[in-house]
């Protein structure tokens, strides 16, 4: 009788030590590290995150690039830091701008697949996505591995099951290849989710303007 009840006692830790192993881990807060490709060059992205906002960070030349956003998506602003050239600029987007950007966005739908892989140590499994209108298909590959708030998942994604690790991103009618190399609970630098007092807040035209070579 001893024997049996060690036995099933060992079961029962066994099963709990598994279970404890396989437990989603939740992030609340955070940092998120990206790989992707612009202009045939691949750049890594750091995305810092916690449920009210959301901040990407990356460099294209002599610019330090951030993208900030909030929970609801009704604030969006560019920061351009290009310190060679003593430019600090914030480009405040209005209401309808930002409503621009989403309709921009694909509409998906999404068909899981009992396929899977590992992805930058993320048990993932392919769920394939359809936009419709412009008839094409992406194979997406989400973890359920991790949770993390829905500020940093893209919009597009919001209903996909998971949190995708490798996708396909877009932006102002572009596409590229996104892969999540590290999620962590390091939080943001002091100040990361604001606008420091030393920017100039601009308009979106003025970015533009600005991309362009211009004033």
């Known amino acids: ?18 279970l404890s192993a396989n437990a989603q881990k939740k ?8 790989q992707t490709d612009m202009r045939g ?39 351009v830091d290009v310190s060679a050239f003593n430019v600090k600029k914030a480009a405040i ?18 068909a899981p697949t009992a396929e899977t892989k590992q992805i930058s140590g993320f048990n993932c499994k392919k769920v394939v996505a359809t936009d419709a209108k412009a008839q094409k298909s992406y194979d997406i590959w989400i973890t359920n591995d991790v949770s993390i708030p829905a500020t940093s998942i893209p919009r597009y994604y919001a209903t996909i099951g998971g949190v995708p690790i490798q996708y396909t991103a877009f932006q102002q009618g572009q ?41």
């Open 1 to 18: 009788m001893k024997i049996k009840l060690f036995s099933a006692a060992f079961a029962v830790a066994l099963t709990s030590t598994i």
């Open 27 to 34: 992030f609340t807060e955070g940092t998120i590290t990206v």
């Open 41 to 79: 060059q691949t750049v890594t992205l750091t995305q810092y995150f916690r449920p009210d906002s959301n901040a990407q960070t990356f460099e294209a030349g002599p610019a330090k690039i951030k993208v900030l956003t909030d929970a609801n998506f009704k604030s969006f602003a560019i920061l």
């Open 93 to 110: 987007y209005t209401p309808d701008e930002i409503d621009q950007v989403v309709a921009g966005f694909p509409t998906l739908t999404f």
């Open 175 to 215: 596409a590229a290849v996104v892969t999540i190399t590290s999620i962590t609970d390091a939080k943001a630098p002091a100040g990361t989710f604001g606008i420091a007092a030393d920017f100039d807040k601009i308009t979106k035209d003025d970015l533009e303007a600005l991309s362009r070579g211009g004033q």
